[in-house]
């Protein structure tokens, strides 16, 4: 099974999404409406929509997936509109990030008001659980970031940090859609278990990509310039591993967060020498392997041939 079958056979379903997410953060305010077709219903993979869908696809099928599917693409997109201000980023999906066009208060406010929405629709599902751990996620959400810009701010690299940030700010959110639907459908403990495995480890291996990539990557495969991540002082498997083998190096241009124009190539070149990306490309396939492993305590289906193949295509995703 491919990618393209993935998601084409999941493409009726997410039609219906698209429509059920522009009614849903509908308003008669002039400016959340430009902010909410700017951010909400421009598109994107859709990844964490689809990672809900085929959880409750490989359950049988559970109440109220397209609530799920919709709060947790809320609470994602509502950390998008607060970390570009905080960020300060220029763009998002190609296009002027919202608080640049609209300032800052229109910003996080439009983010309050899609977190509205997500309260809604936790409630329309009845189910404290499910509320609880979508307060749980947003908590997780919001310390990684903090401790992203700490780690930053005050150098203390460590892979602890590293790995809180990777899960709390990423692979929470998809832990959450595929656990979620298992709650929803009150699935058996060993297979609730094994969807939170599958979301936190596809998670964690997703951002490590992201991040290899940031640094690895080209500026054509990547759409922007590489070392963004060098530049904003977040910290990186690769980074942190040539701080153990190249320490006062890779230090400097840490400290100077990439200035130089010389910088990134230099990363790049020690990475290489050290076989350092070679080692951080293993460690993604073993998050990977863990993800499908997880699997195995489910019955056999289409959706959970689907989850595999989302999951191994990170593994596709390194060049």
């Not at 009614?23 to 700017?38: A, N, Q, T």
């Not at 639907?181 to 495995?197: C, F, I, K, M, T």
């Not at 940031?214 to 990186?236: H, N, Q, Y």
Request: include cysteine; charged fraction near 25%; proline fraction near 3%.
């Amino acid at each position: 099974m491919s990618v393209k079958v993935v998601t084409s056979d999941l493409e009726p379903l997410l039609n219906t999404f698209e429509e059920y997410l522009r009614e849903l953060v509908r308003s008669d305010v002039e400016f959340i409406r430009l902010i909410e077709d700017d951010l909400v219903t421009a598109g994107g993979k859709r990844v964490r929509p689809q990672l809900a869908f085929l959880a409750s696809r490989a359950l049988g099928g559970v109440p109220y997936e397209m609530e799920l599917a919709l709060a947790v693409e809320l609470l994602h997109s509502t950390t998008l509109l607060h970390d570009d201000l905080v960020d300060d980023a220029e763009t998002r999906r190609g296009h002027v990030a919202a608080f640049r066009k609209y300032g800052n208060a229109v910003s996080v406010l439009a983010g309050d008001y899609l977190l509205s929405r997500l309260l809604y629709l936790l409630s329309i599902t009845g189910r404290m659980e499910l509320v609880y751990m979508f307060s749980e996620v947003a908590r997780e959400l919001a310390e990684s970031e903090v401790l992203q810009f700490q780690i930053a701010a005050l150098g203390d690299y460590s892979f602890e940090a590293y790995e809180r940030i990777i899960t709390g700010k990423t692979a929470s959110l998809m832990r959450l859609a595929c656990e979620g639907a298992a709650v929803l459908g009150n699935a058996p403990s060993e297979w609730r278990q094994a969807l939170a495995d599958f979301g936190l480890f596809y998670g964690q291996a997703f951002q490590m990509r992201d991040d290899y990539l940031d640094l690895m990557g080209t500026p054509e495969t990547l759409g922007k310039p590489i070392g963004g991540d060098v530049r904003e002082g977040k910290l990186t498997a690769i980074t942190l591993r040539l701080l153990d083998i190249y320490p006062q190096e890779t230090l400097e241009i840490l400290h100077r967060r990439g200035a130089d124009p010389e910088d990134i190539e230099i990363l790049r070149k020690l990475a290489v020498a050290a076989g350092v990306d070679r080692e951080v490309v293993q460690s993604i396939q073993g998050r990977i392997d863990r993800a499908v492993a997880a699997l195995s305590a489910l019955p056999p289906s289409p959706s959970r041939e689907a989850l595999e193949v989302l999951a191994k295509r990170e593994a596709s995703r390194l060049t």
